[in-house]
Every structure is written in structure tokens, then in C-alpha cells.
């Protein structure tokens, strides 16, 4: 019991760690592609309505997983 417990709180930490740096990272790479045009959400978008946030946050995410997906295939087909 304790263990499922401890278990369950070691996900949540890595799962928040590793969406925080994925979406962040998404930001940044928006940022890049779009010249500047799009500014950063340092906020989580944490003033836009429930769906957009949920929708932008999403977004952000998914292009972060990709961009670092990305660069470990390209570091393994380094060596």
C-alpha cells in the first residue's frame, strides 16, 4: 500500500517535470518558427478560457516531446 502510494507520487512528479520542460520547450520552438510573432506564455496561458488553455497547452506540448524526440534520434544516429 505504502509502496503503490510512493510509486504513485514519483510518477506524478516525473510526469510534471517532463510535461513542464516539453511545453516550455514548445514555446521556445514557436517563438523561433514564427520570428517572434509569438510571443512565450510563461503562464500556462493561465488567463485564457478553459478550452484554450487545455487546446494551447496541448499544442506547446506536443512540439516539445517532438523537438526532443527529435534530437535523441538525431544524437543515436550521431554514434
Known amino acids: 500500500?505504502?509502496?503503490d502510494i510512493a510509486g504513485g507520487i514519483l510518477r506524478?512528479?516525473?510526469q510534471f517535470i517532463l510535461e513542464t520542460i516539453c511545453f516550455y520547450t514548445g514555446e521556445v520552438?514557436?517563438?523561433i518558427l514564427s520570428f517572434g510573432r509569438k510571443k512565450?506564455?510563461?503562464d500556462y496561458y493561465?488567463?485564457?478560457s478553459l478550452s484554450r488553455w487545455i487546446?494551447?497547452?496541448e499544442i506547446s506540448l506536443w512540439i516539445g516531446a517532438t523537438f526532443w524526440v527529435l534530437i535523441a534520434v538525431w544524437i543515436i544516429s550521431l554514434t
Open 55 to 57: 487546446i494551447l497547452t
Open 12 to 14: 506524478f512528479i516525473f
Open 46 to 48: 493561465a488567463d485564457a
Open 29 to 31: 520552438v514557436l517563438f
Open 40 to 42: 512565450p506564455r510563461w
Open 1 to 3: 500500500m505504502l509502496e
